[in-house]
């Protein structure tokens, strides 16, 4: 069978890939962990860390323990090389994350909200940030709808947003790496990150939302986007006979009770959980804090067993959605920079 030719240029920033991954997951590496680490050869190895030294991508920090030779060199990425932002756009609020090249968050500023305004009030502040920041050279963009390599085509309420291409607007206009991520799509990453054990595990994470409904949906460890990058859009799913998820959500308004509504909520949860375990069968289902408590996911559990067999039911647990949710936009933005892990 007749290989793909790979460019050399290309081949060596594959390597250059592996060498950054690697240092950003143990911090500090010698050569020959490196060679062991990635199956590179020494030379190789050896080469691309002079060239990226020469740089200033990464430092030599000093020498490691001598095996009865020479003791090895020992070497880092360099905190200082570039910077990335991470933007959370919220109904009410805009939250912005300066993040070094080893993934510290070294500045944080929430800035009043601008779905409402569109893109241009968003764009000044945007480019606040590369004003005071000359090595900035990651942009990700959390968005409260469906977003489709980088461009935003389903999100509710927020017009002056729709069909807006954030990817191609902002490289161009900005010369940045640029990504744009359904914010429970982010979440879910976020997630699945923080947690870690078994990184091949299948979750849900819902949230009823400033925004709607939503949820980010992980099998087997991938995010699912779907054929159209619809998938997570809950409030669409018919779970009665005349009303979709959204409309359930919405007539928990009209309870005459507090006890009415939760009860509603209760069977809202239910079923929708029940949708999913029937398709997806998740090792877990993640909750919001602010939608639910850890009482009710008792009630939400014995809701379940009414529509599926219980010994089939994920887990389920509630979680602070944004700390999750700002920690999967981090992440983005680290992979960005690094130029690993990207789709």
Known sequence: MKLPFVQPKMMGEMIRRQIRAVLYRDSVSTTAELVQRTGISFP???????????????????????????????????????????????????????????????????????????PERLTEQIETFVKRYP????????????????????????????????????????????????????????????????????????????????AGIMVNGDVVRGSSFFSGEVSFLP?????????????????????????????AMSRLVAVFTATLNPHTVIFCSTDMTESDLTDVRNGCASYVPPDNLPSLIVRDWEEDYFHGLNQLTIRTMLGIGID
């Open 239 to 267: 779970i009665y006979d005349s009303r979709n998820f959204f409309q359930a959500v919405q007539d928990l308004s009209s309870a005459q009770n507090g006890k009415d509504r939760r009860a509603k909520l209760i069977d």
């Open 44 to 118: 190789t190895i050896s080469k691309t860390l002079d060239e990226m030294n020469d740089q200033g991508e990464v430092l030599l920090t000093g020498l490691g323990v001598s095996s009865g030779g020479r003791r090895p060199k020992q070497y880092r990425l360099n905190a200082d090389h570039m910077a990335g932002l991470a933007v959370g756009l919220e109904k009410d609020y805009s939250c912005y994350a300066l993040l070094n090249y080893v993934g510290e968050v070294i500045g944080r500023e929430k800035l009043p909200g601008v779905l409402h305004d569109g």
């Open 135 to 214: 090595h900035l050279r990651a942009l990700t963009l959390g968005v409260p709808g469906a977003v489709n390599n980088g461009r935003v085509f389903h999100i509710p309420d927020y017009e002056k947003f729709k069909n807006f291409d954030f990817k191609s607007f902002y490289e161009e206009r900005l010369s940045l790496r640029v990504q744009a991520e359904n914010d429970m799509n982010a979440t879910v990453l976020g997630y699945h990150d923080r947690s870690g054990g078994d990184q091949n595990r299948s979750l849900v994470y819902l949230y009823l939302g400033q925004n709607g409904p939503g």
